[in-house]
């Protein structure tokens, strides 16, 4: 069964950077759609950046010119490169599967547990 592992979560103070990891296990990594979504305290979880198999990227527009997505098929790794980390962007991050290459099929509802990101000012 597919599974997500994030890490590389973290305190750093504003206008710092982290970059998040999670490595994906026991699925074709590189036919499938990825995406980073987060969720704050009392917030609703919201899609913070996606990245197709061929590499196009989607963002945020809180996070656009901050934050970049990417991935490493041979290492079956998605990554969120943070910079410029502000106070509004601690929450838990996680990691998805998103959609698949054509005439493939990806895992749907897939998680990780998540990694902690806390701004302080």
């Known amino acids: 069964q597919a599974q997500l592992v994030e890490s590389g979560g973290g305190s750093v103070q504003a206008g710092g950077s982290l970059t998040l990891s999670c490595v994906g296990h026991?699925?074709?990594?590189?036919?499938?759609?990825m995406l980073w979504y987060r969720q704050a305290p009392g917030k609703e979880r919201e899609a913070v950046s996606s990245?197709?198999?061929?590499?196009?990227?989607t963002y945020v527009d809180s996070v656009k010119g901050r934050f970049t997505i990417s991935r490493d098929d041979a290492k079956n790794t998605l990554y969120l490169q943070m910079n410029n980390l502000q106070t509004e962007d601690t929450a838990t991050y996680y990691c998805?599967?998103?959609?698949?290459?054509?005439?493939?099929?990806?895992?749907?509802?897939?998680w990780g547990q998540g990694t902690q990101v806390t701004v302080s000012s």
């Open positions: 990245i197709s198999h061929d590499g196009t990227t």
């Open positions: 998805t599967i998103g959609p698949p290459k054509r005439n493939w099929i990806c895992p749907e509802n897939k």
């Open positions: 026991y699925f074709i990594f590189s036919n499938c759609g």
